[in-house]
């Protein structure tokens, strides 16, 4: 099956309702479903005018707008492929993607195509379409106008759809590929999990769930800001949108949801339309829970476990934390993710991580299994779990069969409580192993995080020492904070101006960065 006949069949359906909604010069724009069917169709006719045929990647380069969604829609319609990579991790890694998947066209906004003076790899690709005018590259019309070939492809449900690229920070970058088929189970997932009524107004801040949206008949309304920055955005702006599109939904990474709020809180104002927040895409501490319920009082808050080659994995909403939970994070019991979605088989095995698994039969895997309190490995398998990466490249270390069944190893440390809800301790290759014991960092930074005076914390082993950074207001006790932790035996707590954070959501401990500033720093005795 073509994605593209889920996402547009409900123009047949919902016909004048708003599919997406933007804001280019400082007006709103919309696109309905049947001009979002219409636009789509013209645009899939240029793409193959221009040459382009079925499997073919074209390499998106644009800012999160309506145009971006229309070309990724036309090229679903016509059987491409839609390569994204981010160009802010460096030349050399758009030439290792771009190498890896060599894309046959490129789209992008008039800056984005700047890059092609610069990047050899780029300069390579045939074809180049603009979302505006561009010297050397093809104007795209984004106009709903008529068209007499309005075909969709038919495909296989294994057809590819989408590539993206881990960072490759630990060295080459994997390219992980989406088929239609994978997309439509993500979708049917993330439906249930999230509620997707049709007819409801999405503040839809993370890509992937435009797609959700416009097949579950929701309006996805794109914040006027730059999201690729998410923890530096402005903020008033988009608060704007909320109240003039009387938002109901959202689904939002830490970073930019805590900048709302500290707008909120700044300004004294409440989010009222908001009745379902959901929280994701990088740890969601205790504290933002409480502080998004503060200043959306009608919302049902919801922190959703997930991660690139599965979302979602588990969620749990704040009403159902209750104090003995709390307590137990504030004692370094770990992250609470709740139970895990009724889409994906979730396990926790003994930790293993950097040594293949090879394959199973179901009694040596259930062997393999944590008892309940008992951390682990997560691993996870179902129908929007990636089965693998593109050539293999990286299978053999984050995956493993069991009686022929795919499963997928999240590089994720937690355990199951008694009652089948899921705790994070942290990533598998974080924790720390001494002569005292281990130490999960989850569960310390956690445990750190629930003074209010701190902003962010990240535990590191820095020369044989227990480091724990602080990033918080001035007023803060790094003594208090280190007597309250007395239980994790730490060798020192100091303060950083500011925890560094991965790129992409802003909210992910960077603790390649960590260590090398804190050894940079002097920050040990």
């Known amino acids: 099956m073509n994605i593209a006949e889920i996402l547009l069949r409900r123009a047949a359906e919902l016909g004048d309702s708003a599919a997406i909604v933007d804001v280019r010069g400082k007006r709103d724009r919309s696109y309905s479903f049947s001009e979002l069917e219409s636009a789509t169709a013209n645009v899939a006719n240029e793409l193959t005018g221009a040459g382009l045929k079925p499997g073919d990647g074209v390499l998106l380069l644009h800012p999160v707008a309506a145009e971006l969604y229309l070309v990724l829609i036309a090229l679903f319609r016509l059987g491409g492929v839609a390569i994204f990579l981010d160009p802010s991790a460096g030349r050399e890694h758009v030439e290792r993607c771009c190498g890896i998947f060599p894309p046959k066209a490129f789209f992008g906004s008039p800056r984005?195509?700047?890059?092609?003076?610069?990047?050899?790899?780029?300069r390579r690709v045939p074809k180049a379409f603009c979302s505006g005018w561009f010297p050397g590259a093809q104007r795209l019309n984004f106009g709903a106008g008529s068209t007499?070939?309005?075909?969709?492809?038919?495909?296989?449900?294994?057809?590819p759809a989408l590539v993206t690229f881990t960072s490759g920070s630990t060295g080459q970058p994997k390219a992980a590929l989406r088929s239609h088929g994978f997309l439509v189970a993500q979708h049917h997932a993330l439906e249930a999990s999230l509620g997707l009524q049709p007819g409801t107004r999405d503040l839809t801040t993370l890509p992937i769930f435009v797609l959700a949206n416009l097949a579950s008949g929701v309006t996805s309304v794109l914040p006027d800001a730059d999201l690729r920055a998410p923890g530096k955005i402005v903020a008033r702006p988009v608060l704007a949108q909320i109240e003039r599109h009387k938002i109901q939904t959202t689904a939002a990474s830490p970073a930019l949801l805590s900048r709302l709020l500290e707008e909120c809180e700044s300004s004294g104002a409440t989010l009222s339309s908001l009745s379902s927040i959901f929280i994701g895409g990088a740890p969601v501490f205790p504290g933002l829970l409480r502080k998004a319920k503060q200043f959306c009082p009608q919302a049902r808050v919801w922190a959703v476990y997930g991660s690139t080659e599965a979302e979602p994995m588990a969620e749990i909403a704040l009403?159902?934390?209750?104090?003995?939970?709390?307590?137990?994070?504030?004692?370094?019991?770990?992250?609470?993710?709740?139970?895990?979605?009724?889409?994906i088989s979730l396990r926790v095995i003994r930790d293993a991580w950097g040594t293949p698994i090879p394959p199973l039969d179901l009694a040596a895997f259930e062997r393999l299994m944590t008892t309940v309190g008992e951390a682990g490995e997560i691993v996870v398998s179902g129908g929007h779990v990636l089965r693998g990466y593109l050539n293999g490249e990286g299978d053999a270390e984050t995956k493993f069969e069991v009686d022929g069944a795919r499963w997928h190893r999240t590089g994720d440390?937690?355990?199951?409580?008694?009652?089948?809800?899921?705790?994070?301790?942290?990533?598998c290759n974080g924790k720390i192993q001494d002569e005292r014991g281990t130490l999960y960092p989850f569960a310390v930074e956690c445990a750190a995080m629930?003074?209010?005076?701190?902003?962010?914390?990240?535990?590191?082993?820095?020369?044989?020492?227990r480091v724990l950074a602080i990033e918080g207001e001035r007023t803060l006790s790094l003594d208090a904070i280190r007597k309250s932790l007395s239980w994790a035996q730490l060798d020192q707590v100091v303060r950083l101006d500011r925890v560094p954070v991965d790129k992409r959501h802003n909210a992910k401990t960077d603790y390649v960065a960590l260590h090398r500033e804190l050894r940079r720093a002097g920050k040990q005795p």
Do not use: C, H, N
């Open 450 to 465: 629930q003074d209010a005076t701190v902003r962010r914390a990240a535990l590191a082993a820095v020369a044989g020492r």
């Open 413 to 427: 440390l937690g355990y199951m409580d008694a009652s089948g809800r899921l705790w994070l301790v942290g990533r």
């Open 319 to 343: 009403p159902d934390i209750a104090k003995v939970d709390f307590d137990a994070m504030e004692q370094g019991k770990g992250l609470l993710a709740g139970r895990p979605v009724s889409s």
């Open 112 to 122: 984005a195509q700047l890059l092609r003076w610069t990047i050899p790899a780029l």
């Open 148 to 159: 007499s070939v309005r075909e969709i492809v038919p495909l296989s449900s294994e057809a």
